[in-house]
């Protein structure tokens, strides 16, 4: 028998409330990345293999210290539109339609939300608040997690 919309048929019931929630709760650990100049093929590989819907386009940041920085997300939907032009393959950073949108791990998850509905991005990277650095990706279908199984 299928479940209902009220019957839970998976979850916890020891997620905070969405107004209780920060980003840290929500969020996905870890970030895969890509070159800038990876081929939209190479992306949708990734994507697929490791089962997730974006990943950060890294690459040394212009300044020429050899340092590494995220250049922005490529997601599912912007490979199928970037990524199955005719003619040259696009590459991730060709692909990449959003700007960037970072949160940081203690913000609260209705501020993450708001964010995400003004740049209207499904997907915000989560940095390291003393390093600068990606820990992180908090995703819309995550805050839905929050809101489907968060304590009442």
Known sequence: MPASADTPSSGSYLMPT???ATVADA???GVLSCEPDATATEVARMMSQHHVHCLAVMGSDPDGSGEQRVWGIVSDLDLLEGGTRPGAEATA?????HELVNVEP?????????LMLTHRAAHLLVVD?????????LSTLDIAGVMAWGES
């Open 93 to 97: 950073a060709a692909m990449v339609r």
């Open 129 to 137: 608040p003393k390093r600068r650095q990606p820990i992180g990706v």
């Open 27 to 29: 969020m996905h650990p």
């Open 106 to 114: 203690s913000t609260p998850l209705r501020d993450a939300l708001h």
């Open 18 to 20: 969405l107004e209780h």
